[in-house]
């Protein structure tokens, strides 16, 4: 069972550029979320992809946007990048139980 | 009020205590509980959940939640100084994970 990865592990962005950040999900699973974690802060949800279609926003900005493929791989882009935008992202892959979240290792997105 | 509430600690115990760790949260609605162990520059790892009330058991681990309370905790025995991390509790609002800030543990030898 191949588990949830991302990519990149490491990225540096300056500001008003716009990025753009992949995950794949665990074999089965057909959910996406996606979740910005700041230094020293707990996961914040940003959207959840189910189906291909966007299943739930949390309190981020339009420049946040995503996209769920047949394969239920995902994207998260960024758009007008902030300084504030520098966080951990991380993606999480769920089946039909969406309390049972398995995050992947995250991208670590820098904005100078 | 934030809806997950967790001290950051950092709470430093020497190998083999029984380690304590708690949250609480807001929403009475709430029925998930999660505990989650993030390794430094790692993701998290989900390592239990648990409905509604009640305690579960895994291994070392064991997970406890007081829903009268709102309390929520995570019990390690015989801690391990490889159980060093960040561990977040969370809890499922409509599918969307809502986890507190952290309390980093740091066990050693």
């Known amino acids: 069972e191949t588990g949830v990865t991302q990519s990149p592990t490491h990225l540096i962005k300056t500001r008003g550029q716009q990025v753009t950040l992949r995950c794949s999900s665990q074999?089965?699973?057909?959910?996406v979320s996606w979740y910005q974690q700041a230094l020293g802060q707990g996961p914040q949800f940003i959207f959840q992809?189910?189906?291909?279609?966007?299943?739930g926003r949390g309190n981020f900005p339009p420049r946040f946007s995503g996209l769920q493929f047949p394969n239920y791989s995902s994207e998260l882009n960024v758009n007008a990048l902030e300084l504030d935008d520098s966080a951990l992202y991380l993606c999480?892959?769920?089946?039909?139980?969406?309390?049972?979240?398995?995050f992947g290792p995250g991208t670590r997105l820098t904005v100078l | 009020q934030k809806e997950v509430e967790q001290d950051p600690g950092p709470l430093s115990v020497p190998e083999g205590a029984i380690v304590s760790l708690n949250c609480t949260y807001s929403?009475?609605?709430?029925?998930?509980f999660m505990w989650y162990r993030q390794y430094s520059r790692k993701g998290p790892e989900l390592l239990m959940y648990?409905?509604?009330?009640g305690n579960k058991e895994d291994g070392r681990f064991t997970a406890q939640v007081d829903k009268s309370s709102k309390y929520i905790s995570l019990f390690i025995r015989d801690s391990q100084p490889s159980d060093s991390a960040t561990y977040l509790c969370?809890?499922?609002?409509?599918?969307?994970?809502?986890f507190g800030t952290g309390t980093r543990l740091q066990v050693f030898p």
């Open positions: 992809y189910y189906r291909e279609e966007e299943n």
């Open positions: 969370a809890t499922e609002d409509t599918d969307k994970l809502i």
């Open positions: 999480a892959s769920s089946s039909v139980k969406r309390h049972e979240q398995f």
């Open positions: 648990t409905y509604s009330s």
């Open positions: 074999s089965g699973h057909n959910t």
């Open positions: 929403n009475s609605a709430f029925q998930y």
